[in-house]
């Protein structure tokens, strides 16, 4: 199946600061999203991206199908954005495939 | 609220005995999928659904077993077969299998 894999596995900020959350894919896909992962265990959707560029307030995605990669921005942080964003891919076997992860702190 | 209800968010069991983790969604959605998730680890796919009483095993299938038996239900057991249950599982659904994933707010559940 497909092989996702993410970077960097953890990441500590200032509040503020701007941060780059990597997500690599072995195959193409037909599904992207990113994920939220807050301290109590829920999974916020952040985006469903499997293919161009998407904004949302502070946050923002791009995946380059071709390449084979996707792209989380962060700006500006707060403290709320602390936890850990997933990726997640489908491809040919039409199952999602979890990255292992970043693990984000942001300090105040 | 349109949305997936897990119930219970917290469960204990002795070891040896079968324990069932309920799914409910009122989105209407076609696809439904447990997950499993280990502390500090990314989430691993049990079974999932893509139609009522269809499913198929994924990637951690061994001593788990489902149901749907109905579109808004897709209910888990974690059999005594299951050597190291404890952990965090997750239901989601999506309109297809290549739709957007949508996740409840989890079931943790501890064997003692």
């Known amino acids: 199946g497909i092989q996702v894999e993410q970077s960097p596995p953890d990441l500590i900020l200032q509040e503020g600061a701007n941060s780059t959350l990597r997500c690599n894919f072995s195959?193409?896909?037909?599904?992207l999203q990113w994920f939220h992962q807050n301290p109590w265990g829920q999974l916020i959707n952040l985006f469903y991206?499997?293919?161009g560029t998407k904004q949302n307030g502070r946050l923002s995605a791009t995946t380059v199908a071709t390449e084979r990669y996707s792209l989380l921005y962060i700006s500006s942080s707060q403290t709320t954005d602390s936890g850990v964003y997933f990726c997640?891919?489908?491809?040919?076997?039409?199952?999602?495939?979890f990255g292992s992860g970043t693990q984000l702190t942001v300090l105040p | 609220d349109g949305g997936i209800t897990q119930s219970p968010k917290y469960l204990f069991r002795k070891e040896g005995q079968n324990v069932t983790l309920s799914c409910e969604q009122n989105l209407n959605h076609d696809a439904m999928y447990w997950y499993r998730q280990d502390p500090g680890q990314g989430l691993r796919l049990i079974y999932y659904s893509q139609i009522v009483n269809d499913f198929q095993k994924g990637d951690i299938a061994e001593g788990y077993s489902v149901s749907r038996e109905k579109k808004e239900s897709f209910p888990l057991t974690v059999t005594s077969a299951q050597k190291n249950p404890t952990a965090f599982y997750l239901c989601a659904s999506s309109i297809g299998p290549d739709g957007e994933l949508f996740f409840g707010e989890g079931s943790r559940l501890t064997v003692l």
């Open positions: 195959d193409s896909v037909n599904n």
């Open positions: 997640a891919a489908t491809g040919s076997a039409r199952q999602l495939t």
């Open positions: 991206i499997p293919s």
